[in-house]
Structures are given as structure tokens and as C-alpha cells.
């Protein structure tokens, strides 16, 4: 390095300034391809990242349309099986009460039928008494003429009328007392007619009630097959909500899980040995893991025999009765494991209980020993740990659900990341496609400042050159005989104009580069 | 091991399974081996050992080894081991033979009465790498409970290197000697001494006199 530096002179400073003049001048001599090289990588690149970025975009777009009608599917299914659910609904609604309809319509006809026959019975009444008193006050007022026989029958004939008038009415009266009565049995009659309508009033309430909702269900999925865009939006904002929400649901059971396994972990070494490994992990960690996660599928089993979740088409396309053979199966296996797991946080409990009390017998002969905890409450850690042994299972079987949800929702979150990842490329790549542009124009600039001291001998000379010519031309159209040689000064005319000519090219791709430093 | 990087290890197992191509791993065990100084004066510290046994009962784990030797005149011998055992894989079996072992501990420390003439500790170092080699523990330790100033009878021959390879040696209680006192140098280039035939037969050497410090006796897992 030295030796290049001295290489023109063993001053280091005329050295290096040999260099440097050097170096100007071969840069000088350079300019014109150096500035085409950076201008045309500039664009080059330019040109390179903005069909990169259009590319982005158009899968950006393809993308966006295929999220559309993944989602659009999805909600076609989901919206399907809320349909279908109303409508075994309202079967099972018509079925439990439409079904006894018939029943209920004899019934009524019953009731009707003897509401009927009541009534006729109590329209028929008996005669109503005559006017008895006007006789018997006639007769009492005919005159005897004091003839006892006449005064004797005219008592009998008083006597008669009045008994006659007697049983007339007491006939009467047993015959409005029955009709009361009949008119008294027709009073349930009336209360159950009433019932009953009202009864069939609910149902039809209910019933209309469910094709309202339903009514809305294909109202959403006529939307959905339509794909407004209004629907879209909703089901993009209701897909981010599940993702989160069973996310969070998720996180919950994964500290669920892990407090399981804390549980079962150490008491399972008493199983399988405490001493062995699989890799790096122990056999007893990897026995309780492999319980829990056996836990998790049958719960998957369970509610996917329950039709609860649909993560298995297998499952779900099964006839009813296999299914419930699955769903009995699945039931019992995870109750097994439940107690298993009881068991085993007992065992825990004990292997503590016994532990702490080698630790203390260890610590006593050493004089560090502690007072000991009171033993009559021991029990309530050991429940509880039992009882927590026995729970975490089914609620861990539950996460079937938002595992579903979760699973379901991911594919729409992952299509819209992808999406803004995808959106975002396409904006890095023009702005670098446009910044590498303005970059290698800011080069070429560069460049000429580098070579500034010989650019500024150029334009010094061509000023130079340029007023010498205006001269030249003033003197030339002073001089009228100097137009009558054209032939002379052709080629002299012709070297000026190849000569402009290179100045106009230089001017030009001055021009060319101030176009550039436009663009 | 946190219990949620335990987890994610178990559930990550498979993978890891397969990128390691399912090889041997290596053994996790700890073997340990407690070399007591019962000569003269030392057994006075006796105590001191115990509560190092107990220490060492309280952190060893299922299918760990330990072994529990005194020092005398000949201690090269399986007749110097006071007692020992291979933890139970089952924990609870495990704590029965912890409980077995101190007891046995405890009967030898009432049993002894007076010291040995001698103090042959390079014999009970070579009884104590033939027993944890022996083990094929992972972690192998040689716990010297002594104040490391060794006292050979005439005939017996212990000049000569050790090997003592992947064996950690830890000397525990190095009492001062009343003529330490007088020059400490006799004490530096008695532990000078142990160092270089230990770092020598490729072992590693350290020294704990502050019993309260025990925590960095055995790396607990």
C-alpha cells in the first residue's frame, strides 16, 4: 500500500495528489458509460420491483377472492346446519304437539258434543204453574148462602187447587233446580274448551316463533349465497372474533392442562419408574402427557359423537346407532381415565405427604428441623386434589370447542394475514423499486462531484469556445465576400457543425441526465 | 425444568426423536461416594458428616447411587463401606431405603468410639472410583470428609497416579492442623498436592469448608 502511495514521488502528499489527479481523469474519461451503467441499473431495478409489486398484487387479489369464497363456503355450511336445526326443531315441535292434534281436536268435539246435550236437557223445562191463586181466591170468594154442603165443597175444591198448586210447583222447581244443575256440569266443559284452545294457541305461537327464526336464518343464507358484501364483512368480523375468543379459550384449557399434568406427573413416576428416559424427557412426564392428550381425543370423540363439533365428516356421517356406541365408548374411557387420574393425585398427595416427612426426619437430625403442619386438616389438600383429578379430564374434553371454532376461524385469519403480508411486499417492493431509481440518479450526481475540478475545465472551455464562436459568426456577417466561398468554408462549417454537434450530444445527454434526475 | 418448558419438551418429543435419529442418550444418574476421616481427633466432626449425608439424602433422586466409606489405615477395601445403595425407580421405595441408610449412618456414628492409627485416604479414592465407575452414572462424585493430611502405615504403597477420569472431587471440612497454624503453607501445599493428583488423573477438584454453602456440593437437577 506504502509503495503504491510513493509510487510517484516519495512525498506521500504529490504522491497521493498524482493519484488523485490520476484517478479524476480516468473517472473523467469514464463519465459517460459510468452514468449510463448506474441510470440503466437504476431503472433496471426500477422496472424489476414495480413488476414484482403488480405481481403481488394480482395475488394479492386472488388471494382475497379465494378468502371470499372459503369463508362464503364456510358460512354456506354453517348457515345450512342452522337451518337444519330448525327445522328438526320444529319437527320435533310439531311432532311433541301438533301430534296429539287429533286427540285434541276429539276432545274438544267431546266437549262440545256434551256442552251440546246439556244444553238441550236444560231447554227442556216444565210448564210453569198456572194462576192458581186467581182460582182458589174465586172460590174462596163464591158465596155458600150459608149452605154448609156448598161451603164444604167449596173448601174441598180449595183444598185441591191449593195441593194441586202445591206439586205443580214443587214440580216446577225440581225441574229448574236440574237444569241449574246441567247448566252447573257445563262449567268444566266450557273452562277445558278454554284450555285447550289455549294450548293450541302456544304451540302456534311457538311455532310461528320458530319460522320467524327461521325465516331469518334463510334470509342470512340467501345473503350469503348472493356473497353481498355486507355478509362478507360480517362474517370476516365474526371469524376474527371467534379466533380470539377460542384463543383465549384455548390458552385457559392449556393451563388447565398444565396444572393436569403437574398433577399426574410426579405420581406417575411410581408407575413407570422415575429413573428412565425417552430423549431427553422422562418416560413418567411423557406417560402423563400421552394421558392427558388421550384425555383431549376422547372428549373430540365424545362431542363429535354428540354432533356437537364436526371436526370428523367420518364421525358425523356414522348411523345413530354406532355413533352412540362411539359416544357410550368415548364416555366410558374418559371416566376411566378420570378415576385414574384421581387415583393418581392422591397418590401424589401421599408421596408428598411421605417425602416432606423423610425431609424433616433429615432436617430434625440436623437441628433445622420445623414444627409439624396439623395433620387433621390434611385431608381437605388430598380431596381437593382428587376431586380436581377427577374434573380436569371433562373439562379438558370440552376443548373440542373452541378447537373447532379456533381451527374454523384460523383459515380465515391466516388468509387475511397473508393478505396484508402480501399487500405490504407489494408496497416495499414499488417504493424500493422507486427509491433504487432516485438512488442511482443521485449516483450519476455523485459521480460528477467526485470529477468536479475537470467538469469545471469543460464548461470553463466550452464558455470559452462558445464565445469565440459568436465572435467568429459577428466578424463572418460583417464580411459580405465571405459568403461567396461556400466551398471553403464547407469543411470548415462542417467541422463547426460536427463539433456543435458533439456539443449538442454532450448538451443532450446533459439533458438526458437532467431528464433522468426528472424521472 | 420449568413445568411449561416440560410440557412443550414432552410434546415436542416426536420431533426431536426423529432429528436426533433416535440415539442412546446419555445416563442422568448421579453416583456419589462419602469418604469419612475416622482417625484421631477428626471424629469428633462426625456430625459434620451426617449432616452432609442427610443433605446429600434430601437431593438425590430415583436411580442415583451412594455409597458411604470411612477412612483408616487400609481403606482400599469393600470392608471400610458403611453403606450403600442404588435408589428405587419408584420414589416411595426410594425414600424407604433413604430412611434405611441414614439409620445405618446413625448406627455407626454411635458405634464408633475411638479413632484409626492411620489415615489412608488415596486407597479410600480408589475404592470410591472402582464403586462409582462401577454405577455408570452420569454424574460421579467423591466427597472427602478429611483434613486431607494423609498418614500412611510403613508398608503400604500409594505414590502413584490415580485416575480419576469425568470424577468430580469435592473436600469437604479441611480442618487446619495445630501445626498449619504455625506454618499455613503446610496446609496450601497440602490441598496444592490433592489438586494436582486429582486434575491429573483427570479429575475435577474443589474445595467446601463453609457447610452452610452445601447447595454447590451436587449439581441438583
Known amino acids: 500500500m506504502n509503495t503504491l502511495l510513493t509510487l510517484w514521488s516519495d512525498n506521500t502528499a504529490l504522491s497521493a495528489a498524482v493519484w488523485l489527479l490520476l484517478g479524476m481523469t480516468l473517472l473523467y474519461a469514464g463519465r459517460q458509460p459510468a452514468h449510463r451503467i448506474l441510470l440503466s441499473v437504476g431503472h433496471g431495478l426500477r422496472h424489476t420491483l414495480r413488476m414484482a409489486s403488480r405481481a403481488l398484487s394480482q395475488l394479492e387479489h386472488q388471494l382475497t377472492a379465494r378468502n371470499r369464497e372459503v369463508l362464503l363456503a364456510a358460512a354456506r355450511n354453517d348457515a345450512e346446519r342452522r337451518i337444519e336445526r330448525e327445522f328438526t326443531r320444529i319437527q320435533a315441535l310439531v311432532a311433541r304437539d301438533l301430534s296429539g292434534y287429533p286427540a285434541l281436536h276429539r276432545q274438544i268435539g267431546e266437549s262440545i258434543e256434551r256442552i251440546e246435550t246439556s244444553y238441550r236437557d236444560s231447554s227442556e223445562s216444565a210448564p210453569l204453574p198456572p194462576a192458581w191463586g186467581d182460582v182458589v181466591n174465586t172460590i174462596a170468594a163464591l158465596p155458600s148462602h150459608g149452605d154448609p154442603a156448598v161451603a164444604r165443597i167449596l173448601s174441598n175444591i180449595q183444598d185441591a187447587v191449593q195441593d194441586t198448586h202445591k206439586e205443580t210447583l214443587k214440580a216446577w222447581q225440581s225441574s229448574a233446580d236440574k237444569r241449574h244443575k246441567l247448566l252447573a256440569q257445563m262449567q268444566p266443559e266450557w273452562r277445558t274448551l278454554n284450555s285447550k284452545a289455549d294450548d293450541v294457541g302456544r304451540t302456534l305461537e311457538a311455532l310461528d316463533a320458530r319460522t320467524h327464526q327461521l325465516d331469518k336464518q334463510m334470509q342470512h343464507y340467501e345473503d350469503i349465497r348472493r356473497g353481498e358484501d355486507a355478509a362478507v364483512r360480517s362474517l370476516t368480523s365474526s371469524s376474527l372474533t371467534q379466533f380470539f375468543i377460542a384463543g383465549l379459550v384455548l390458552t385457559i384449557a392449556l393451563l388447565g392442562g398444565l396444572i393436569n399434568f403437574q398433577l399426574i406427573a410426579m405420581p406417575m413416576s411410581e408407575m413407570v419408574g422415575g429413573t428412565s428416559y425417552i430423549g431427553a424427557v422422562k418416560t413418567s412426564d411423557i406417560a402423563a402427557m400421552v394421558i392427558i392428550l388421550i384425555e383431549i381425543a376422547m372428549g373430540l370423540f365424545l362431542l363429535e359423537s354428540l354432533r356437537i363439533t364436526r371436526l370428523f365428516p367420518i364421525i358425523s356421517s356414522m348411523d345413530d346407532k354406532m355413533r352412540r356406541r362411539m359416544m357410550i365408548i368415548s364416555l366410558t374411557i374418559l371416566c376411566i381415565l378420570a378415576g385414574i387420574e384421581a387415583s393418581l393425585a392422591y397418590m401424589r398427595d401421599l408421596l408428598a405427604l411421605d417425602k416432606e416427612a423423610l425431609q424433616q426426619s433429615l432436617m430434625m437430625s440436623t437441628g433445622a428441623g420445623v414444627a409439624a403442619s396439623h395433620a387433621e386438616f390434611r385431608w381437605i389438600p388430598s380431596l381437593g386434589q382428587m376431586i380436581m383429578g377427577f374434573i380436569l379430564p371433562f373439562a379438558l374434553a370440552f376443548i373440542a370447542i373452541p378447537l373447532e371454532s379456533f381451527i374454523h376461524s384460523l383459515r380465515t385469519v391466516l388468509g387475511l394475514l397473508l393478505v396484508a403480508v402480501l399487500r405490504t411486499l407489494a408496497i416495499v417492493s414499488r417504493l424500493s423499486g422507486n427509491l433504487l431509481a432516485q438512488t442511482s440518479v443521485m449516483l450519476t450526481h455523485a459521480y460528477d462531484l467526485l470529477i468536479m475540478l475537470p467538469l469545471s475545465i469543460e464548461r470553463l472551455l466550452r464558455r470559452k469556445a462558445v464565445a469565440q464562436q459568436q465572435t467568429t459568426d459577428e466578424i463572418a456577417a460583417l464580411i459580405p465576400d465571405v459568403e461567396a466561398e461556400p466551398a471553403l468554408e464547407a469543411p470548415r462549417k462542417s467541422r463547426r457543425s460536427k463539433r456543435s454537434a458533439t456539443d449538442n450530444s454532450n448538451d443532450t445527454s446533459t439533458t438526458d441526465d437532467s431528464s433522468a434526475l426528472a424521472v | ?221
Not at chain 2, 477428626?42 to 447411587?65: F, R
Open chain 2, 1 to 221: 425444568m420449568k413445568p411449561l418448558a416440560k410440557l412443550i419438551a414432552t410434546a415436542a418429543l416426536p420431533l426431536s426423536l426423529l432429528l436426533s435419529g433416535c440415539s442412546e442418550p446419555a445416563p442422568k444418574n448421579k453416583a456419589v461416594y462419602l469418604l469419612i476421616d475416622t482417625s484421631g481427633t477428626y471424629t469428633q466432626e462426625l456430625n459434620k458428616a451426617q449432616a452432609i449425608l442427610n443433605y446429600l439424602l434430601a437431593n438425590l433422586d430415583s436411580g442415583d447411587s451412594i455409597a458411604v466409606a470411612r477412612i483408616d489405615s487400609g481403606s482400599f477395601s469393600e470392608k471400610d463401606i458403611i453403606a450403600k445403595t442404588t435408589f428405587d425407580v419408584r420414589p416411595s421405595t426410594a425414600n424407604d431405603q433413604k430412611r434405611q441408610f441414614k439409620l445405618a449412618m446413625d448406627t455407626f456414628a454411635d458405634n464408633l468410639k475411638h479413632g484409626s492409627a492411620n489415615t489412608d485416604i488415596t486407597g479410600g479414592v480408589l475404592q470410591a472410583t472402582q464403586y462409582l465407575n462401577e454405577t455408570g452414572a452420569g454424574e460421579k462424585y467423591v466427597l472427602i470428609f478429611s483434613d486431607l493430611e494423609e498418614d500412611l502405615p510403613d508398608d503400604h504403597v500409594r505414590d502413584f497416579p490415580i485416575s480419576l477420569d469425568n470424577i468430580h472431587v469435592v473436600a469437604l471440612n479441611v480442618t487446619k492442623l495445630r501445626s498449619d497454624n504455625i506454618d499455613p503453607r503446610d496446609y496450601l501445599n497440602r490441598l496444592d498436592n490433592w489438586q494436582h493428583r486429582v486434575v491429573e488423573g483427570g479429575g475435577d477438584w474443589r474445595v467446601i469448608n463453609d457447610l452452610e454453602r452445601m447447595e454447590r456440593l451436587i449439581a441438583v437437577n
